[in-house]
C-alpha cells in the first residue's frame, strides 16, 4: 500500500505533469470504485488542471471547483504516459479502473488507475471540496505540518490505551503512516510495536517524534522527482524490517521476526525493540513493553 513518501511523490509527480492540461475525457471502467454520484464522474471533462494536491494517502486533482481524488488501498496504483491510447475500454475488464486523458501545451498526457488482486478498495471521488470525502475530513494532523510537534504527539499519545503499532496507523490520529512506514519508525525509536501508547514517557515520546521524521522525511526525499513506475521499488529498497522476516537486522544482526493476522502482518527485531523476547501473537502475547 502507497503511504506519505509514496503518495506525496505520486502527486508531485501528477502536478508537475498535469498542470494547466486539459481533461478531454473521463472512462470510469469499473463502478465499483466511484464513491460519488453529484457531480457525475464526467463533470471534470472540459476543464483545467489547476494542481494536484496530497491529503494523508489520498490525492486531489483539482480542476477550479471540482475535484478528482482518488486513494489507492491496497493494490491500486497509478499508471502515467506522454502517449495515451484513445481506444474505448470494455467495462469490467483487465486492471484499469479509471482513465484520464488530458491535452496540454507539451502534447496528450494519460493516466490510469489500475487494482490488482481480489479485494477491491481502490476508492474515487469526483467533488466540489476535497474536504467532503469522508476520509479526508477524518484525517488527523499530517506529520509534517507546522503544528505536528513533539508536544502534540506527547498528547495524542498519553490519551490512548492502544498499542502503539495500530496507532501510528489510525488515519485519523496522524496522517500518511501506514503498515510499512509504522515498522520502520518504531524500529528505528527501538520500540516494541506492542507498546501501550500512554505507556510512553516524555523521553521516548522525542524519540518516536524524531523518527517519524528521520524516515518519512529520508523517504520523501527518495520519493522526489520519482516516476510512478519507480516508486514501489524505492520504497522497498530502503526498508531495514518491514517485510525482512528471517533476514538480518542491518543494526544488530538478530533476524527480523513477524507478527501474522488476519489480513496484515507487521516485522520487528528483537534485540532492538523488546529487549531479545519475541512476540508471539497480539491477542496471546505478554510483551507489552
Not at 457525475?40 to 483539482?62: C, H, L, M, Q, W
Not at 488530458?102 to 474515487?124: C, H, M, N, Q
Request: charged share 20%.
Amino acid at each position: 500500500m502507497p503511504e506519505l513518501p509514496e503518495v506525496a511523490g505520486l502527486a508531485a509527480f501528477l502536478d508537475e505533469q498535469l498542470r494547466g492540461c486539459v481533461v478531454t475525457k473521463l472512462q470510469v471502467v469499473s463502478f465499483a470504485v466511484l464513491k460519488t454520484a453529484d457531480p457525475p464522474y464526467n463533470a471534470v471533462e472540459g476543464r483545467t488542471v489547476s494542481g494536484v494536491r496530497r491529503f494523508g494517502k489520498f490525492i486531489s486533482i483539482d480542476t477550479g471547483g471540482i475535484s478528482l481524488v482518488f486513494h489507492l488501498a491496497r493494490a491500486g496504483w497509478v499508471r502515467f504516459t506522454d502517449s495515451p491510447a484513445d481506444s474505448q475500454l470494455r467495462m469490467g475488464k483487465g486492471l484499469i479502473a479509471v482513465r484520464g486523458a488530458f491535452s496540454g501545451p507539451d502534447g496528450p498526457r494519460g493516466l490510469d488507475l489500475t487494482e490488482a488482486g481480489t479485494k477491491k478498495s481502490l476508492a474515487v471521488y469526483v467533488v466540489r471540496d476535497p474536504q467532503e470525502v469522508p476520509g479526508i475530513a477524518s484525517l488527523g494532523p499530517d506529520p509534517f505540518t507546522e503544528a505536528f510537534d513533539a508536544g502534540m504527539l506527547a498528547e495524542i499519545l498519553a490519551g490512548s490505551s492502544q498499542q502503539i503499532k495500530g496507532l501510528l496507523r489510525s488515519q485519523s490520529v496522524i496522517a500518511g503512516i501506514g503498515n510499512a512506514y509504522s515498522d520502520e519508525i518504531l524500529h528505528a525509536a527501538r520500540i516494541s510495536p506492542f507498546a501501550i501508547a500512554k505507556s510512553l514517557d516524555r523521553e521516548t515520546v522525542q524519540v518516536l517524534y524524531d523518527a517519524i521524521h528521520s524516515v518519512l522525511g529520508a523517504a520523501l526525499a527518495e520519493a522526489a522527482g520519482k516516476p510512478p513506475k519507480d516508486l514501489k521499488d524505492v520504497k522497498r529498497s530502503h526498508m531495514r524490517v518491514h517485510a525482512r522476516a528471517g533476514q538480518p537486522c542491518p543494526v544488530c544482526g538478530d533476524t527480523v521476526r513477524e507478527v501474522s493476522f488476519a489480513d496484515t502482518a507487521l516485522q520487528y527485531c528483537p534485540t532492538c525493540q523488546t529487549k531479545g523476547k519475541i512476540l508471539a501473537d497480539r491477542r496471546t502475547s505478554k510483551f507489552l513493553k
